[in-house]
């Protein structure tokens, strides 16, 4: 999952794949050129945090269906 973070250091926008980042890969930012990786110790809090985001938007489309067929109905 692509995901926007904000770079600790500079505050600048930088763009990383969550997946990866939970394997272990490190990313650049590109405005001040830190390399941000995962803390360890934090892969579990980010795991949930993907795991509950995935389920809201599971939801979110039940929703959207939901509302599809009702104005269908109309
Ligand atoms: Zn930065």
Excluded: D, W, Y
């Excluded at 360890?40 to 509302?67: D, I």
């Amino acid at each position: 999952m692509q995901s926007q973070i904000q770079c600790p250091l500079c505050g600048g926008s930088l763009a990383l794949n969550t997946e990866l980042l939970l394997a272990g890969h490190s990313f650049t930012c590109a405005n001040c050129g830190s390399c941000i990786s995962l803390a360890s110790g934090s892969h579990r809090t980010v795991q949930s945090a993907m795991t509950e985001f995935s389920r809201l938007k599971a939801r979110t489309g039940e929703v959207g269906q939901a509302a599809q067929k009702a104005i269908g109905k109309g």
